[in-house]
């Protein structure tokens, strides 16, 4: 894989993490759960310092790292604040939109594992895959939860 493609990759990766910090913030304000809040804005941090790393890859490989989410990010916050006003907060709602924003979150990662690049590069990316994969499981997990009732956090 050449620098261009590298640098194009990663800069999808930073989008996709960039949408996913916002949104955990976006989903941690419209939720009432102290606990739950917390842990979302404890995520939206995570996704942050996975913005940093790839923005350094980005400059290592000659690029300009990408200062912008993407619009469908943009829109799934819109639709998340949204959606929880019309179901007065509801833990639920919220949790469900945040499991479909790291759905997408962990398909860019695998679509980006899937190509070839410089080990030490796969190596970065395959560690911030686990932590989207547990931060999408978790999620998935807490949505479940609040769908029986149960607080899980």
């Not at 350094?56 to 490989?61: A, K, L, N, Q, T």
């Not at 019309?86 to 709602?93: E, G, M, P, R």
Request: proline letters at 2%; glycine letters at 6%.
């Amino acid at each position: 894989m050449d620098n261009e493609r590298i640098i194009s990759m990663l800069n999808g990766l930073i989008e996709i993490s960039r949408d996913g910090a916002q949104g955990f913030r976006t989903c941690a304000d419209d939720i009432d759960d102290p606990e739950l809040k917390m842990y979302l804005r404890n995520r939206a941090q995570s996704c942050e310092e996975a913005v940093r790393d790839l923005s350094v890859e980005v400059r290592r490989y000659g690029g300009d790292p990408d200062t912008t989410g993407t619009a469908t990010g943009t829109l799934h916050r819109m639709w998340v604040d949204l959606k929880t006003a019309i179901t007065s907060n509801d833990n639920l709602a919220v949790l469900e939109e945040c499991e479909r924003g790291e759905a997408a979150a962990v398909m860019a990662y695998d679509n980006a594992l899937r190509e070839e690049m410089p080990l030490d590069l796969r190596a970065l990316l395959d560690r911030q895959y686990e932590g989207v994969k547990r931060n999408h499981d978790r999620v998935r997990h807490l949505r479940d939860a609040a769908r029986h009732g149960i607080k899980a956090i």
